[in-house]
């Protein structure tokens, strides 16, 4: 999510797209979902695993949309990814309890679900925000 992230703020810094709010917030949600990434990381090395770092696909480069605009075609898929991510955080806390290890659940459920929830209803409000604006003026 964050090299999505990543590739949406530069797509909204480019001088032909020139919206900085939104190159600034997906820049920010980068950075957010990096720091999401090492904390497991480190999480794992903790408790005795191993990190398996594997290549990432090339992310989308472009966000224009013909019906809905960039904007909200940005944030509906940003939305989705996020709705997406909790609800693995979610299989990952249902996994912890399966195998009555109370340390990961307590992880999963204050480190990162909680943060996640807010991620999903700030998506959702932009999206909201984005429908009503209508195209070209969000």
Same mark, same amino acid.
């Given at each position: 999510?964050?090299?999505?992230?990543?590739?949406?703020?530069?797509?909204?810094?480019?001088?032909?797209?020139?919206?900085?709010?939104?190159?600034?917030?997906?820049?920010?949600?980068?950075?957010?979902? &990096? *720091?999401?990434?090492?904390?497991?990381? #480190?999480?794992?090395?903790?408790?005795?695993?191993?990190? $398996?770092?594997?290549? /990432? +696909?090339?992310?989308?480069?472009?966000?224009?949309?013909?019906?809905?605009?960039?904007?909200?075609?940005?944030?509906?898929?940003?939305?989705?990814?996020?709705?997406?991510?909790?609800?693995?955080? &979610? *299989?990952?806390?249902?996994?912890?309890? #399966?195998?009555?290890?109370?340390?990961?659940?307590?992880? $999963?459920?204050?480190? /990162? +679900?909680?943060?996640?929830?807010?991620?999903?209803?700030?998506?959702?409000?932009?999206?909201?925000?984005?429908?009503?604006?209508?195209?070209?003026?969000?």
């Amino acid at each position: 999510m964050s090299y999505l992230y990543l590739s949406a703020a530069a797509y909204f810094g480019r001088d032909n797209v020139g919206l900085p709010g939104f190159s600034a917030m997906f820049k920010h949600q980068s950075d957010e979902e &990096r *720091e999401h990434a090492l904390r497991l990381m #480190e999480y794992q090395v903790r408790r005795g695993g191993r990190v $398996v770092l594997g290549s /990432l +696909l090339p992310p989308n480069t472009e966000f224009d949309h013909e019906e809905k605009g960039d904007a909200q075609h940005a944030a509906e898929i940003a939305l989705s990814l996020e709705k997406l991510n909790f609800g693995r955080l &979610r *299989e990952l806390r249902s996994m912890a309890d #399966e195998a009555d290890d109370a340390d990961m659940a307590h992880f $999963v459920e204050d480190y /990162l +679900l909680d943060e996640q929830s807010k991620d999903v209803k700030q998506a959702a409000v932009l999206v909201s925000q984005l429908q009503r604006a209508g195209k070209g003026l969000g």
